[in-house]
Nanobody, 121 residues
Framework: QVQLVESGGGLVQAGDSLRLSCAAS????????MAWFRQAPGKEREFVAA??????YYADSVGGRFTISRDNAKNTMYLQMNSLNPEDTAIYYC????????????????WGQGTQVTVSS
């Protein structure tokens, strides 16, 4: 079973930047998908960004402010978040699918414990 560990969350002010990291315990196969989801208080978990063998995908809500990337040698995925606003406040989760996946939580097989991102206004 793959272990995923997120880090990099914290408290920032509106307009600031933050980079989240997700470290996987083992190597993944080429046609897997890794993604970021987030869940704010009182809201359902929502898709943020995904990185698969076919490319990258972003939710409309991030408005081009976020960039997903990975370092295959380190088995680590990143989410660079710029121009943060209070609406970005949520627990951010790293997820892994063993197949080609998209934006639904049900498509992902493994999840990290989450890291809190709080953006003050």
């Amino acid at each position: 079973q793959v272990q995923l560990v997120e880090s990099g969350g914290g408290l920032v002010q509106a307009g600031d930047s933050l980079r989240l990291s997700c470290a996987a315990s083992e190597r993944t196969f080429t046609r897997t998908t890794m993604a970021w989801f987030r869940q704010a208080p009182g809201k359902e978990r929502e898709f943020v960004a995904a990185l698969g063998w076919r490319g990258t995908y972003y939710a409309d809500s991030v408005g081009g402010r976020f960039t997903i990337s990975r370092d295959n040698a380190k088995n680590t995925m990143y989410l660079q978040m710029n121009s943060l606003n209070p609406e970005d406040t949520a627990i951010y989760y790293c997820a892994l699918s063993l197949r080609t996946a998209n934006t639904s939580t049900r498509e992902y097989d493994y999840w990290g414990q989450g890291t809190q991102v709080t953006v003050s206004s």
